[in-house]
Nanobody
């Protein structure tokens, strides 16, 4: 099995940037779709972005389009989430997870493996 391991969270002022990393531990990401999710206090977990490793398709939630960029590094077996123009409403725990089928990227229950999460806090 593949275990995603997130890093890169922290505290940033509104308008600032952060880059999150999700590294593969165990098996490789290369046969999976990798998704980034976030969960704010009192809210449901939501998909933010996803990337299909084999064909480099990407998906973004409307709330982050134009501000967030998902990418991958084949050599490092790592997926990144570059977050620019951050807003206080982006504050959440961000999770990385893997799913086998691109058509299921919005279905949380279909994701097979999840990371432990990393906190992102955006101050106003």
């Amino acid at each position: 099995q593949v275990q995603p391991v997130e890093s890169g969270g922290g505290l940033v002022q509104a308008g600032g940037s952060l880059r999150l990393s999700c590294a593969a531990s165990g098996r490789t990401f290369r046969s999976y779709v990798v998704g980034w999710f976030r969960q704010a206090p009192g809210k449901e977990r939501e998909v933010v972005a996803a990337i299909n490793w084999s064909v480099y398709s990407t998906y973004y939630a409307d709330s982050v389009k134009g501000r967030f960029t998902i990418s991958r590094d084949n050599a490092k077996d790592t997926v990144y989430l570059q977050m620019n123009s951050l807003k206080p409403e982006d504050t959440a725990v961000y999770y990385c997870a893997v799913v086998s089928n691109w058509s299921r990227i919005k279905s949380l229950n279909d994701y097979d493996y999840w990371g432990q999460g990393t906190q992102v806090t955006v101050s106003s």
